[in-house]
């Protein structure tokens, strides 16, 4: 099992519309959780951390669910800007800082 | 501007040749790491950093070497490059100071093709 698993879809939307991404880990004492974002061919960007009780930052609202161990990012208002892949990150809880990515789910906003 | 510097962002050469991709960061962020992307893998950790020469294997170190002489650099070194190390590779940083919520931020990416 892998140690961070996505669906890798491409889920495709059209704009305007509200997507949900899941994510779950295997790892029961994971520490800290993120939501990254990486367009075709460049770097990995932070979109937002994910917190025990929830947190939103604008359209996007992420969840965490420690008893299932899943993390799930919410994106209402698709714009065709939110086109990329989408990279669910658990830093476990070691003394080094490891990250665990999963593979990423693509996602592809229509007109 | 806060940034990591990755050089080169593209190389194409043949088995053997010993090379080497620089990772620079300007943040004075302690921790430093190299990851590889490969497609249907995701991410995997190669080697990583928590400070000066304090160095240590991620989950794919074969065939690669690191050092950390400065804060600031993180050279990966490929001795003997092989077509199997043909990959999108990252350069990431990331602050010890605050607590384990600190994000990593990431290079542009170096593309290396060893044929």
């Known amino acids: 099992r892998k140690e961070v698993e996505q669906d890798p879809g491409p889920f495709n939307v059209p704009e305007g519309a509200t997507v949900a991404f899941n994510c779950t880990y295997s790892?029961?004492?994971?520490?800290?959780f993120f939501w990254y974002r990486q367009d075709c061919r460049k770097e990995p960007k932070l979109l937002m951390s994910?917190?025990?009780s929830g947190n939103e930052d604008g359209r996007f609202t992420a969840q965490l669910n420690r008893a299932s161990q899943y993390i799930s990012l919410l994106i209402r208002d698709s714009k065709l800007s939110d086109s990329a892949t989408y990279l669910c990150?658990?830093?476990?809880?070691?003394?080094?800082?490891?990250?665990?990515f999963g593979t990423g789910t693509r996602l592809l906003v229509s007109p | 501007e806060a940034q990591v510097t990755q050089n080169p962002r593209y190389l194409i050469t043949v088995t053997g040749k010993k090379l080497t991709v620089t990772c620079s960061q300007n943040?004075?962020?302690?921790?430093m790491s190299w990851y590889r992307q490969d497609p249907g893998l995701g991410l995997r950790q190669i080697y990583y950093?928590?400070?000066?020469?304090?160095?240590d294997k991620g989950d794919v170190p074969e065939g690669y070497k690191v050092s950390r002489k400065e804060k600031r650099n993180f050279p990966l070194i490929l001795e003997s490059p092989s077509p199997n190390q043909t990959s999108l590779y990252f350069c990431?940083?990331?602050?010890?100071?605050?607590?384990?919520?600190?994000?990593?931020?990431f290079g542009d990416g170096t593309r290396l093709s060893i044929l």
């Open positions: 990431a940083s990331s602050s010890l100071r605050q607590g384990s919520n600190q994000p990593q931020h």
């Open positions: 994910v917190y025990s």
């Open positions: 950093s928590m400070n000066v020469e304090v160095t």
């Open positions: 943040m004075n962020h302690e921790y």
């Open positions: 790892n029961s004492a994971s520490q800290s």
């Open positions: 990150v658990v830093r476990e809880n070691t003394g080094f800082q490891k990250l665990v």
